[in-house]
């Protein structure tokens, strides 16, 4: 990552819906309607209420979050501004850009979190504490100083 990013970097993708009488579908192809090659899809389901997820950032990852059913909120952080996304409709994705702190909450029963990602698992890829976070998220300011 070149360049230090805000979660103003992140925002809503609305997705095309195919209307049916027999119900709809919302296709997602690369390059297209997200702004990056897809290399790994998953999903998250079965939350317990009350459950968090997240809480971590990624260096290079893209992301596009979506509420493939029920809703659930999506708080970004950049270090020094948040930001509260609430996902609830299967047709809006939430694009999310590299070095953005990331947690899942209020997660409503019954709901999947569909995730598609640009980059295959890396657990280098991870910052999983947040001090170590914005040490990192500082030293990217001073490089491009
Ligand atoms: P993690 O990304 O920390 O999940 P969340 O942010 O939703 O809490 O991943 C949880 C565990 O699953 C962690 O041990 C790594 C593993 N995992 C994989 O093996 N492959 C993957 O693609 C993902 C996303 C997670």
Known sequence: MTNITTVYDCSIIELPINHREKGNLTVVENEKEVPFN?????YLYDIPGGE????????ELRQLIVAA????????NDGN?????????SYQGLLVV?????????????????????HAY???D???????FLKWRANLNLKKI
Request: charged residues 25%; proline residues 2%; aromatic residues 12%.
């Open 69 to 76: 059913s029920g809703s659930f909120d999506v708080i970004l």
């Open 98 to 118: 590299p070095g953005i702190w990331r947690e899942l909450d209020s997660f409503s029963s019954g709901s999947v979190c569909l995730v598609l990602a640009s």
């Open 38 to 42: 897809v290399q790994r899809i998953y």
């Open 126 to 132: 991870y910052l999983r504490d947040y001090e170590s």
């Open 81 to 89: 501004i948040k930001r509260v996304f609430t996902l609830n409709r």
């Open 122 to 124: 890396d657990e280098m």
């Open 52 to 59: 968090s997820r997240g809480g971590h950032a990624h260096k």
